[in-house]
Protein backbone atom coordinates (compact mmCIF):
# COMPACT_ATOMS: atom_id res chain seq x y z
CA UNK A 1 0.00 0.00 0.00
CA UNK A 2 1.72 3.23 -1.25
CA UNK A 3 2.17 5.97 1.60
CA UNK A 4 -0.54 9.02 1.19
CA UNK A 5 1.71 11.54 3.21
CA UNK A 6 4.74 11.38 0.85
CA UNK A 7 6.62 14.83 0.18
CA UNK A 8 5.01 14.96 -3.41
CA UNK A 9 1.54 15.13 -1.98
CA UNK A 10 2.25 16.90 0.94
CA UNK A 11 4.89 19.51 1.26
CA UNK A 12 5.69 23.51 1.28
CA UNK A 13 3.61 23.81 -1.78
CA UNK A 14 0.72 22.14 -0.40
CA UNK A 15 1.08 23.77 2.94
CA UNK A 16 1.28 27.19 1.08
CA UNK A 17 -1.96 26.63 -0.41
CA UNK A 18 -3.47 25.28 2.60
CA UNK A 19 -2.75 28.75 4.52
CA UNK A 20 -3.76 30.98 1.52
CA UNK A 21 -7.16 28.81 1.57
CA UNK A 22 -7.68 28.84 5.36
CA UNK A 23 -7.32 33.11 5.14
CA UNK A 24 -9.73 32.64 2.34
CA UNK A 25 -12.30 31.34 4.40
CA UNK A 26 -11.27 33.27 7.40
CA UNK A 27 -12.09 36.59 5.63
CA UNK A 28 -15.80 34.68 4.31
CA UNK A 29 -16.63 33.47 8.30
CA UNK A 30 -15.76 37.11 9.06
CA UNK A 31 -18.03 38.73 6.73
CA UNK A 32 -20.93 35.66 7.53
CA UNK A 33 -21.00 36.64 11.14
CA UNK A 34 -20.88 40.20 10.88
CA UNK A 35 -23.28 41.21 7.29
CA UNK A 36 -26.54 40.10 8.27
CA UNK A 37 -28.75 38.10 5.51
CA UNK A 38 -29.81 41.05 2.02
CA UNK A 39 -33.32 40.74 0.77
CA UNK A 40 -32.06 39.06 -2.42
CA UNK A 41 -30.86 36.27 -0.14
CA UNK A 42 -33.97 35.78 1.43
CA UNK A 43 -35.80 35.84 -1.34
CA UNK A 44 -33.70 33.00 -3.02
CA UNK A 45 -34.01 31.14 0.59
CA UNK A 46 -38.13 31.44 0.02
CA UNK A 47 -38.57 30.10 -3.47
CA UNK A 48 -36.57 27.03 -2.35
CA UNK A 49 -38.79 26.85 0.39
CA UNK A 50 -41.80 27.12 -2.68
CA UNK A 51 -40.41 24.02 -4.41
CA UNK A 52 -40.03 21.75 -1.52
CA UNK A 53 -43.61 22.73 -0.38
CA UNK A 54 -44.49 22.13 -3.87
CA UNK A 55 -45.78 25.80 -4.31
CA UNK A 56 -46.09 27.44 -7.38
CA UNK A 57 -43.83 30.42 -8.10
CA UNK A 58 -43.03 33.07 -10.47
CA UNK A 59 -41.00 31.68 -13.79
CA UNK A 60 -37.22 32.65 -13.66
CA UNK A 61 -36.22 32.99 -17.24
CA UNK A 62 -32.74 33.51 -16.31
CA UNK A 63 -31.98 30.23 -14.19
CA UNK A 64 -33.19 26.98 -12.36
CA UNK A 65 -34.97 26.72 -8.66
CA UNK A 66 -31.04 25.23 -8.10
CA UNK A 67 -29.64 28.09 -5.92
CA UNK A 68 -32.95 28.11 -3.98
CA UNK A 69 -32.90 25.17 -3.20
CA UNK A 70 -29.52 25.13 -2.50
CA UNK A 71 -29.76 28.20 0.17
CA UNK A 72 -32.87 26.05 1.95
CA UNK A 73 -30.47 22.98 2.61
CA UNK A 74 -29.56 24.42 5.88
CA UNK A 75 -33.16 25.30 7.03
CA UNK A 76 -34.76 22.63 5.04
CA UNK A 77 -35.80 20.56 8.35
CA UNK A 78 -37.38 23.69 10.00
CA UNK A 79 -39.06 23.94 6.78
CA UNK A 80 -40.63 19.88 6.84
CA UNK A 81 -40.97 19.97 10.02
CA UNK A 82 -43.51 23.12 10.43
CA UNK A 83 -44.33 22.98 6.79
CA UNK A 84 -44.82 26.69 6.51
CA UNK A 85 -42.73 29.68 5.02
CA UNK A 86 -40.09 31.49 7.60
CA UNK A 87 -39.79 34.69 8.59
CA UNK A 88 -36.98 37.18 7.54
CA UNK A 89 -35.95 37.21 11.35
CA UNK A 90 -35.52 33.25 11.86
CA UNK A 91 -33.37 33.12 8.38
CA UNK A 92 -31.00 35.93 9.20
CA UNK A 93 -30.35 34.09 12.78
CA UNK A 94 -29.32 30.74 10.26
CA UNK A 95 -27.99 32.54 8.13
CA UNK A 96 -24.38 30.36 8.63
CA UNK A 97 -26.77 27.49 7.79
CA UNK A 98 -27.84 29.36 4.58
CA UNK A 99 -24.39 30.70 3.22
CA UNK A 100 -22.09 27.31 4.05
CA UNK A 101 -23.00 26.06 0.86
CA UNK A 102 -22.01 28.85 -0.92
CA UNK A 103 -18.57 29.38 1.11
CA UNK A 104 -17.57 25.85 0.03
CA UNK A 105 -18.41 26.31 -3.40
CA UNK A 106 -15.98 29.04 -2.84
CA UNK A 107 -13.46 27.06 -1.46
CA UNK A 108 -13.54 24.44 -3.82
CA UNK A 109 -13.23 27.21 -7.37
CA UNK A 110 -10.21 27.79 -4.81
CA UNK A 111 -9.02 24.18 -5.14
CA UNK A 112 -9.61 23.98 -8.21
CA UNK A 113 -7.67 27.25 -9.42
CA UNK A 114 -4.68 25.83 -7.30
CA UNK A 115 -4.60 22.60 -8.88
CA UNK A 116 -4.84 23.91 -12.21
CA UNK A 117 -2.33 26.14 -12.14
CA UNK A 118 -0.40 24.16 -10.33
CA UNK A 119 -0.52 21.59 -13.27
CA UNK A 120 -0.24 24.36 -15.98
CA UNK A 121 2.22 26.30 -14.50
CA UNK A 122 4.22 24.75 -11.46
CA UNK A 123 4.11 25.41 -7.65
CA UNK A 124 4.83 29.75 -8.93
CA UNK A 125 1.56 29.45 -11.24
CA UNK A 126 -0.45 27.90 -7.92
CA UNK A 127 0.88 30.54 -5.96
CA UNK A 128 0.20 33.63 -7.63
CA UNK A 129 -2.87 32.13 -8.46
CA UNK A 130 -4.21 30.78 -5.64
CA UNK A 131 -2.81 34.52 -4.13
CA UNK A 132 -4.98 36.51 -6.30
CA UNK A 133 -8.33 34.65 -5.53
CA UNK A 134 -7.59 34.61 -1.81
CA UNK A 135 -8.28 38.21 -1.25
CA UNK A 136 -10.20 38.96 -4.30
CA UNK A 137 -13.15 41.12 -2.14
CA UNK A 138 -15.28 39.99 -4.97
CA UNK A 139 -14.24 36.36 -4.57
CA UNK A 140 -15.06 36.72 -0.54
CA UNK A 141 -18.22 38.12 -0.95
CA UNK A 142 -19.84 36.34 -3.09
CA UNK A 143 -18.49 33.08 -1.73
CA UNK A 144 -19.94 34.51 1.79
CA UNK A 145 -23.20 34.88 0.25
CA UNK A 146 -26.83 32.94 -0.66
CA UNK A 147 -26.69 33.39 -4.87
CA UNK A 148 -25.87 32.02 -7.66
CA UNK A 149 -22.53 34.00 -8.24
CA UNK A 150 -20.35 31.98 -7.04
CA UNK A 151 -21.87 28.33 -8.45
CA UNK A 152 -22.03 29.98 -11.56
CA UNK A 153 -18.07 30.54 -11.49
CA UNK A 154 -17.17 27.54 -10.17
CA UNK A 155 -19.16 25.68 -12.49
CA UNK A 156 -17.97 27.46 -15.59
CA UNK A 157 -14.54 26.94 -14.64
CA UNK A 158 -14.93 23.53 -14.57
CA UNK A 159 -16.64 22.86 -17.86
CA UNK A 160 -13.70 24.31 -19.42
CA UNK A 161 -10.91 22.40 -17.55
CA UNK A 162 -12.53 19.54 -16.87
CA UNK A 163 -13.18 19.04 -20.50
CA UNK A 164 -9.33 19.85 -21.05
CA UNK A 165 -8.10 17.09 -18.83
CA UNK A 166 -10.48 14.36 -20.41
CA UNK A 167 -9.48 15.10 -23.59
CA UNK A 168 -5.91 14.73 -22.75
CA UNK A 169 -6.94 11.26 -21.09
CA UNK A 170 -7.87 10.38 -25.09
CA UNK A 171 -4.79 9.40 -25.76
CA UNK A 172 -4.15 6.56 -23.93
CA UNK A 173 -5.54 3.32 -25.70
CA UNK A 174 -8.59 2.53 -23.28
CA UNK A 175 -12.61 2.58 -23.65
CA UNK A 176 -13.87 5.89 -24.07
CA UNK A 177 -16.63 5.82 -21.80
CA UNK A 178 -15.53 3.27 -19.06
CA UNK A 179 -12.29 4.39 -18.10
CA UNK A 180 -13.49 7.83 -17.87
CA UNK A 181 -16.78 7.37 -15.96
CA UNK A 182 -14.97 9.55 -13.03
CA UNK A 183 -13.99 12.24 -15.36
CA UNK A 184 -17.29 12.13 -17.47
CA UNK A 185 -19.00 12.59 -14.14
CA UNK A 186 -16.85 15.19 -12.67
CA UNK A 187 -18.09 16.88 -15.98
CA UNK A 188 -21.23 16.50 -15.35
CA UNK A 189 -21.70 18.09 -12.30
CA UNK A 190 -19.62 21.05 -13.40
CA UNK A 191 -22.62 21.75 -16.23
CA UNK A 192 -25.10 21.15 -14.06
CA UNK A 193 -23.77 23.86 -11.36
CA UNK A 194 -22.76 26.01 -14.22
CA UNK A 195 -26.68 25.99 -16.13
CA UNK A 196 -28.34 25.53 -13.05
CA UNK A 197 -26.95 28.46 -11.58
CA UNK A 198 -27.79 30.38 -15.06
CA UNK A 199 -29.10 29.23 -18.63
CA UNK A 200 -26.80 31.33 -20.76
CA UNK A 201 -23.64 29.50 -19.20
CA UNK A 202 -24.12 26.65 -21.58
CA UNK A 203 -22.67 28.58 -24.14
CA UNK A 204 -19.22 27.94 -22.61
CA UNK A 205 -19.93 24.64 -23.39
CA UNK A 206 -19.22 25.58 -27.40
CA UNK A 207 -15.71 26.28 -26.60
CA UNK A 208 -15.24 23.59 -24.44
CA UNK A 209 -15.97 21.18 -27.05
CA UNK A 210 -14.07 22.70 -29.46
CA UNK A 211 -11.38 22.60 -27.02
CA UNK A 212 -11.26 18.91 -26.60
CA UNK A 213 -11.39 18.32 -30.74
CA UNK A 214 -8.20 20.64 -31.18
CA UNK A 215 -6.35 18.64 -28.72
CA UNK A 216 -7.18 15.26 -30.05
CA UNK A 217 -8.11 15.58 -33.37
CA UNK A 218 -8.13 12.08 -34.45
CA UNK A 219 -9.99 11.13 -31.81
CA UNK A 220 -13.00 13.79 -31.72
CA UNK A 221 -15.83 11.04 -31.89
CA UNK A 222 -14.86 9.50 -28.68
CA UNK A 223 -14.41 13.51 -27.21
CA UNK A 224 -17.89 13.65 -28.59
CA UNK A 225 -19.43 10.41 -26.60
CA UNK A 226 -17.64 11.70 -23.37
CA UNK A 227 -18.68 15.69 -24.09
CA UNK A 228 -22.79 14.30 -24.42
CA UNK A 229 -22.47 11.54 -21.80
CA UNK A 230 -21.99 14.17 -19.57
CA UNK A 231 -24.17 16.77 -20.89
CA UNK A 232 -26.88 13.83 -19.95
CA UNK A 233 -26.40 13.27 -16.11
CA UNK A 234 -25.65 17.03 -15.98
CA UNK A 235 -30.06 16.83 -16.86
CA UNK A 236 -30.69 14.33 -14.82
CA UNK A 237 -28.84 15.89 -12.16
CA UNK A 238 -30.54 19.18 -12.98
CA UNK A 239 -34.01 17.25 -12.90
CA UNK A 240 -33.93 17.01 -9.44
CA UNK A 241 -33.96 20.96 -8.89
CA UNK A 242 -37.82 20.27 -11.02
CA UNK A 243 -38.58 17.50 -8.05
CA UNK A 244 -37.86 15.13 -11.06
CA UNK A 245 -40.31 16.35 -13.48
CA UNK A 246 -38.58 16.34 -17.06
CA UNK A 247 -41.84 18.07 -18.36
CA UNK A 248 -41.78 21.05 -15.91
CA UNK A 249 -37.68 21.43 -16.48
CA UNK A 250 -37.80 21.31 -20.16
CA UNK A 251 -41.13 23.69 -19.74
CA UNK A 252 -38.56 26.08 -18.24
CA UNK A 253 -35.77 25.53 -20.44
CA UNK A 254 -37.71 26.45 -23.23
CA UNK A 255 -38.66 29.64 -22.10
CA UNK A 256 -35.35 30.19 -20.35
CA UNK A 257 -33.64 33.50 -21.93
CA UNK A 258 -30.39 31.72 -23.22
CA UNK A 259 -28.94 34.73 -25.57
CA UNK A 260 -31.11 38.30 -24.86
CA UNK A 261 -28.19 39.52 -26.91
CA UNK A 262 -28.16 43.59 -26.93
CA UNK A 263 -26.13 46.21 -28.10
CA UNK A 264 -27.23 48.86 -25.91
CA UNK A 265 -23.95 48.69 -23.65
CA UNK A 266 -21.95 49.54 -26.40
CA UNK A 267 -23.66 52.90 -27.11
CA UNK A 268 -23.26 54.31 -23.49
CA UNK A 269 -20.96 55.96 -22.28
CA UNK A 270 -20.72 54.35 -18.74
CA UNK A 271 -19.23 51.18 -20.30
CA UNK A 272 -15.75 51.69 -19.24
CA UNK A 273 -16.72 53.16 -15.61
CA UNK A 274 -19.00 50.23 -15.34
CA UNK A 275 -16.39 47.94 -16.41
CA UNK A 276 -13.81 49.79 -14.09
CA UNK A 277 -15.66 49.81 -11.11
CA UNK A 278 -17.00 46.48 -11.08
CA UNK A 279 -13.26 44.69 -11.92
CA UNK A 280 -11.42 47.23 -9.62
CA UNK A 281 -13.68 46.44 -6.68
CA UNK A 282 -14.04 43.04 -7.07
CA UNK A 283 -10.61 42.22 -7.99
CA UNK A 284 -8.24 44.78 -7.97
CA UNK A 285 -5.06 42.79 -8.57
CA UNK A 286 -6.25 40.33 -11.33
CA UNK A 287 -7.05 43.32 -13.30
CA UNK A 288 -3.65 44.99 -12.53
CA UNK A 289 -1.77 41.66 -13.39
CA UNK A 290 -4.37 41.20 -16.25
CA UNK A 291 -3.26 44.17 -18.01
CA UNK A 292 0.67 43.53 -17.68
CA UNK A 293 -0.04 39.84 -18.72
CA UNK A 294 -1.80 40.87 -21.83
CA UNK A 295 0.42 43.23 -22.79
CA UNK A 296 3.68 40.24 -22.50
CA UNK A 297 1.27 37.51 -24.39
CA UNK A 298 1.05 39.85 -27.46
CA UNK A 299 4.43 40.93 -27.25
CA UNK A 300 6.21 37.74 -26.17
CA UNK A 301 6.24 34.29 -28.00
CA UNK A 302 6.91 32.54 -25.38
CA UNK A 303 3.79 33.03 -23.84
CA UNK A 304 1.39 31.63 -26.58
CA UNK A 305 0.34 28.39 -25.93
CA UNK A 306 -2.57 26.65 -25.26
CA UNK A 307 -2.66 26.50 -21.61
CA UNK A 308 -2.31 30.47 -21.48
CA UNK A 309 -4.63 31.20 -24.53
CA UNK A 310 -7.38 28.42 -23.33
CA UNK A 311 -8.24 30.89 -20.26
CA UNK A 312 -7.87 34.24 -22.28
CA UNK A 313 -10.24 33.19 -24.95
CA UNK A 314 -13.22 32.07 -22.38
CA UNK A 315 -11.98 35.34 -20.41
CA UNK A 316 -12.66 37.46 -23.63
CA UNK A 317 -15.64 35.47 -24.26
CA UNK A 318 -17.14 35.90 -20.69
CA UNK A 319 -16.11 39.80 -21.39
CA UNK A 320 -17.98 39.56 -24.63
CA UNK A 321 -21.41 38.03 -23.07
CA UNK A 322 -21.32 40.28 -20.53
CA UNK A 323 -21.84 43.30 -22.38
CA UNK A 324 -24.17 41.80 -24.76
CA UNK A 325 -26.38 38.90 -23.29
CA UNK A 326 -28.01 42.20 -20.93
CA UNK A 327 -31.58 40.35 -21.02
CA UNK A 328 -30.12 37.25 -19.84
CA UNK A 329 -28.45 38.31 -16.79
CA UNK A 330 -25.26 39.12 -18.99
CA UNK A 331 -23.83 41.27 -16.47
CA UNK A 332 -22.57 37.96 -14.02
CA UNK A 333 -19.95 37.12 -16.71
CA UNK A 334 -17.73 39.66 -15.65
CA UNK A 335 -17.68 37.90 -12.62
CA UNK A 336 -17.31 34.56 -14.06
CA UNK A 337 -14.62 36.10 -16.36
CA UNK A 338 -12.70 36.31 -13.01
CA UNK A 339 -11.12 33.03 -12.86
CA UNK A 340 -9.95 32.69 -16.15
CA UNK A 341 -8.38 36.17 -15.56
CA UNK A 342 -6.60 34.98 -13.17
CA UNK A 343 -5.47 31.39 -14.67
CA UNK A 344 -4.16 33.51 -17.63
CA UNK A 345 -1.93 36.28 -15.38
CA UNK A 346 -0.55 33.61 -13.22
CA UNK A 347 0.75 31.32 -16.55
CA UNK A 348 2.05 34.81 -17.87
CA UNK A 349 3.75 35.94 -15.09
CA UNK A 350 4.84 32.14 -14.24
CA UNK A 351 6.86 32.76 -17.61
CA UNK A 352 8.37 36.41 -16.69
CA UNK A 353 9.43 35.07 -12.99
CA UNK A 354 11.47 32.23 -14.27
CA UNK A 355 12.69 34.69 -17.13
CA UNK A 356 16.57 35.89 -17.21
CA UNK A 357 14.65 38.73 -15.37
CA UNK A 358 12.47 37.93 -12.81
CA UNK A 359 13.10 41.03 -9.71
CA UNK A 360 10.17 43.39 -11.51
CA UNK A 361 7.50 40.79 -12.74
CA UNK A 362 7.80 39.17 -9.64
CA UNK A 363 7.67 42.97 -7.91
CA UNK A 364 4.50 43.59 -9.51
CA UNK A 365 2.68 40.31 -9.07
CA UNK A 366 3.04 40.07 -5.74
CA UNK A 367 2.94 43.64 -4.74
CA UNK A 368 -0.59 43.45 -6.44
CA UNK A 369 -1.41 40.28 -4.27
CA UNK A 370 -0.52 42.61 -1.14
CA UNK A 371 -1.73 45.22 -1.93
CA UNK A 372 -4.84 43.55 -2.65
CA UNK A 373 -5.04 41.67 0.57
CA UNK A 374 -4.14 45.16 2.44
CA UNK A 375 -7.37 46.65 0.45
CA UNK A 376 -9.58 43.41 0.79
CA UNK A 377 -8.60 43.33 4.95
CA UNK A 378 -9.65 46.82 5.38
CA UNK A 379 -12.71 46.27 3.62
CA UNK A 380 -13.83 43.93 6.12
CA UNK A 381 -12.43 46.09 9.03
CA UNK A 382 -15.11 48.86 7.75
CA UNK A 383 -17.85 46.85 7.89
CA UNK A 384 -17.21 45.60 11.36
CA UNK A 385 -17.18 49.03 12.40
CA UNK A 386 -20.49 49.92 10.47
CA UNK A 387 -21.90 47.31 12.51
CA UNK A 388 -20.33 48.32 16.33
Known amino acids: MKKFFTYERFGPPQVIAILLLAVFVGQCAYFISHVPLSQVETDYVLRGVAVLQNVPVADDTVRSPMTGLISVLGVSGAVLTHGKVLDPFYLDQHRWFIRTPFLIAGF ?7 YVARHLYGNHGGYIALGL ?26 IVFTAIATAHTLYAPREVVLWNWKRILLLGI ?60 FWAMRHASWFGVSME ?12 DFFFTAAPAAVITFVVALG ?44 FLIIFSAGVFTDLVQSKSPAIPAGVVYGAMLAQAVYS ?3 LMRIFSRGM
Open 108 to 114: LLGISLW
Open 133 to 158: YAFSPGMIARSSMAGPEILGAWGAFG
Open 190 to 249: AITVAVGAQWSLALLLIPAVLFMWWIVPRRRIAAAVIFLSACAIALLLLNVSYAASFRAM
Open 265 to 276: MFHTRTLPSLLG
Open 296 to 339: TYIGWRRTRFFGNTAPLIIALLALIFGMTLTHAGGELYFFYAVP
Open 377 to 379: IAG
